[in-house]
């Protein structure tokens, strides 16, 4: 930690809205740290991305939280960063670093009693079967699928309509279709990329009763409580609790910025963070 300050800086990244996820839980059980949270809208989305770009654009988010906002831990608030990028932006920085994907295939593992999950996520991760692989290292037997229209339609803010209804009806079909047709009896499905926690009432809406949905958002919180929460030497809550925040611990210190569209950010991200991100600042990471 900077000697200089007495509160630890959590910086987290994503490509856009759906790290603010991610940024929720952690501010829920770390009430005592501050945090610096970019999401890269110039450039997003990610998840069409090759990994080499991908790389690039996650080492520069990584670098400026590190370099310029003071980071003392990153956490990867994106699934295609963290599942084609991790040892790049652990290359970039010193400081320690945490993905999404792990948590989540433990949090899967934890849920599922059959042993074969569903994964939902963008094309780059589905490629890179980096959930198929942190699955299949527990003993589970999972299915990807890549649904890139649900990160345009979050970045809209259409988390509930009946655009979106359907095209996660439509999705989440054909998933299902895939599991049986190869004999496998899914039980809890793994929301693998942090905007799809935005869509949650209307993704758990669509599958079928009985199936546990993983956000990925909160077991990456978790695991980041785990792994930060002795060294932040700050208070962490066990059990998150919006409230708890609220009454009885200091504000936390959020600053926010974005890579484009700061209007639009302070009006959409003040809705999924559940609190006012303030003013966002706009930083150029370069190309
Ligand atoms: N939210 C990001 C993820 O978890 C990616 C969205 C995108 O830029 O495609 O994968």
């Given at each position: 930690m900077n000697p200089d300050r007495l509160t630890?800086?959590?910086g987290v990244f994503d490509s856009g809205f759906g790290g603010l996820t991610v940024l929720r839980a952690l501010i829920e059980r770390l009430p005592g740290a501050q945090f610096a949270f970019i999401g890269d809208t110039a450039r997003l989305p990610y998840g069409s991305k090759s990994r080499r770009t991908i790389a690039r654009y996650a080492a520069q988010s990584a670098r400026f939280l590190v370099e310029e906002q003071s980071a003392d831990f990153l956490v990867i608030a994106c699934n295609t960063a963290s599942a084609l990028a991790l040892d790049a932006i652990q290359e970039a920085v010193p400081?320690?670093?945490?993905?999404v994907i792990e948590p989540g295939a433990e949090a899967a593992r934890a849920a599922s009693r059959t042993g074969d999950v569903l994964v939902i996520a963008t094309d780059a991760t589905v490629h890179s079967h980096a959930y198929a692989a942190a699955c299949g290292a527990r003993g589970l037997r999972a299915i990807e699928k890549a649904c890139p229209l649900l990160v345009p339609l979050v970045e809209?803010?259409?988390?509930?309509?009946?655009?979106?209804?359907?095209?996660?009806?439509?999705?989440?079909?054909?998933?299902?279709?895939?599991?049986?047709r190869r004999g496998l009896n899914p039980d809890t499905l793994v929301l693998g990329c942090t905007h799809y926690p935005l869509l949650r009432p209307l993704i758990e809406a669509a599958v079928p009763a009985g199936m546990k949905v993983?956000?990925?958002?909160?077991?990456?919180?978790?695991?980041?409580?785990?792994?930060?929460?002795?060294?932040?030497?700050?208070p962490v809550l066990s059990t998150p609790s919006v409230e708890r925040v609220g009454d009885n611990a200091p504000d936390p210190v959020v600053r926010c910025f974005?890579?484009?569209?700061?209007?639009?950010f302070e009006r959409l991200g003040s809705r999924f963070l559940g609190r006012p991100v303030g003013a966002v600042e706009l930083v150029d990471l370069g190309g």
């Amino acid at each position: 930690m900077n000697p200089d300050r007495l509160t630890p800086t959590i910086g987290v990244f994503d490509s856009g809205f759906g790290g603010l996820t991610v940024l929720r839980a952690l501010i829920e059980r770390l009430p005592g740290a501050q945090f610096a949270f970019i999401g890269d809208t110039a450039r997003l989305p990610y998840g069409s991305k090759s990994r080499r770009t991908i790389a690039r654009y996650a080492a520069q988010s990584a670098r400026f939280l590190v370099e310029e906002q003071s980071a003392d831990f990153l956490v990867i608030a994106c699934n295609t960063a963290s599942a084609l990028a991790l040892d790049a932006i652990q290359e970039a920085v010193p400081q320690p670093v945490l993905g999404v994907i792990e948590p989540g295939a433990e949090a899967a593992r934890a849920a599922s009693r059959t042993g074969d999950v569903l994964v939902i996520a963008t094309d780059a991760t589905v490629h890179s079967h980096a959930y198929a692989a942190a699955c299949g290292a527990r003993g589970l037997r999972a299915i990807e699928k890549a649904c890139p229209l649900l990160v345009p339609l979050v970045e809209e803010g259409w988390t509930n309509h009946p655009v979106t209804a359907e095209v996660i009806r439509i999705y989440l079909d054909e998933l299902n279709a895939e599991a049986a047709r190869r004999g496998l009896n899914p039980d809890t499905l793994v929301l693998g990329c942090t905007h799809y926690p935005l869509l949650r009432p209307l993704i758990e809406a669509a599958v079928p009763a009985g199936m546990k949905v993983i956000d990925s958002a909160e077991a990456a919180a978790e695991a980041a409580v785990r792994e930060f929460g002795e060294k932040i030497g700050c208070p962490v809550l066990s059990t998150p609790s919006v409230e708890r925040v609220g009454d009885n611990a200091p504000d936390p210190v959020v600053r926010c910025f974005a890579t484009d569209s700061v209007e639009k950010f302070e009006r959409l991200g003040s809705r999924f963070l559940g609190r006012p991100v303030g003013a966002v600042e706009l930083v150029d990471l370069g190309g």
